[in-house]
């Protein structure tokens, strides 16, 4: 067998190309156990399929970048609001000379608002007899002084909070709501009547 195997493709190459020879006319004995693959024809053509093809290369793995990150510009943590401590407010109205003479039942409210004019909830303050300071709702005080939290760095350095007030004032930064009449104020804080540019009574 393999002696006919060897006579047939010695054949196929000498006559085969040339068009002599047909496979199909050889006297041998084979099926498609013996020998495998397409028979050769002399008119046929080559077989487009069967043109090797260029493997492909491997693909580089190449990490990916995130586009946005490359011009992305860093955030800027936003600036924190203004803000005065209870602590620190109490310091400058104890050290302020018409607060210590505050009649035991007066009531003064303190309010600070934002950039946006809103009142900030946090950043209200009520002024009791003696000058004691405490922090919460204010609405019910006889009267009221709300300006911009941007006076409270000036608020923190100084010792005369009227001063302040006058400074406000000048320059119309503020807004004031009175609950009481002239006439029962000037009763109620007849003591502090000397005072009274400062606190508006």
Same mark, same amino acid.
């Given at each position: 067998?393999?002696?006919?195997?060897?006579?047939?493709?010695?054949?196929?190459?000498?006559?085969?190309?040339?068009?002599?020879?047909?496979? /199909?006319?050889?006297?041998? #004995?084979?099926?498609?156990?013996?020998?495998?693959?397409?028979?050769? #024809?002399?008119?046929?053509?080559?077989?487009?399929?069967?043109?090797?093809?260029?493997?492909?290369?491997?693909?580089?793995?190449?990490?990916?970048?995130? &586009?946005?990150?490359?011009?992305?510009? &860093?955030?800027?943590?936003?600036? $924190?609001?203004?803000?005065?401590?209870?602590?620190?407010?109490?310091?400058?109205?104890?050290?302020? &000379?018409? +607060?210590?003479?505050? &009649?035991?039942?007066?009531?003064?409210?303190?309010?600070? +608002?934002?950039? /946006?004019?809103?009142?900030? $909830?946090?950043?209200?303050?009520?002024?009791?007899?003696?000058?004691?300071?405490?922090?919460?709702?204010?609405?019910?005080?006889? +009267?009221?002084?709300?300006?911009?939290? *941007?006076?409270? $760095?000036?608020? !923190?350095?100084?010792?005369?909070?009227?001063?302040?007030?006058?400074?406000? !004032?000048?320059?119309?930064? *503020?807004?004031? !709501?009175?609950?009481?009449?002239?006439?029962?104020?000037?009763?109620? *804080?007849?003591?502090?009547?000397?005072?009274?540019?400062?606190?508006?009574?």
């Amino acid at each position: 067998m393999l002696r006919k195997i060897a006579i047939a493709v010695s054949l196929i190459i000498i006559f085969g190309m040339s068009g002599y020879i047909n496979i /199909n006319d050889l006297p041998l #004995n084979l099926d498609s156990s013996t020998i495998t693959g397409k028979s050769i #024809n002399q008119n046929s053509e080559p077989n487009s399929e069967t043109n090797s093809q260029p493997t492909p290369s491997k693909s580089t793995n190449i990490p990916k970048t995130n &586009p946005s990150s490359k011009n992305s510009v &860093p955030k800027t943590a936003p600036k $924190p609001e203004i803000k005065i401590s209870l602590e620190d407010l109490q310091k400058t109205i104890a050290s302020t &000379p018409a +607060f210590k003479d505050f &009649p035991e039942k007066g009531l003064a409210g303190i309010t600070f +608002f934002d950039g /946006n004019g809103k009142d900030m $909830p946090d950043q209200k303050f009520l002024i009791k007899g003696g000058g004691k300071v405490e922090k919460g709702d204010n609405s019910d005080a006889d +009267f009221i002084i709300s300006t911009g939290n *941007y006076w409270i $760095p000036k608020v !923190k350095a100084s010792n005369d909070f009227c001063e302040i007030l006058k400074e406000i !004032k000048e320059k119309q930064d *503020y807004r004031f !709501k009175r609950n009481i009449g002239v006439l029962q104020a000037g009763i109620k *804080y007849k003591s502090l009547i000397k005072y009274k540019d400062c606190l508006g009574l």
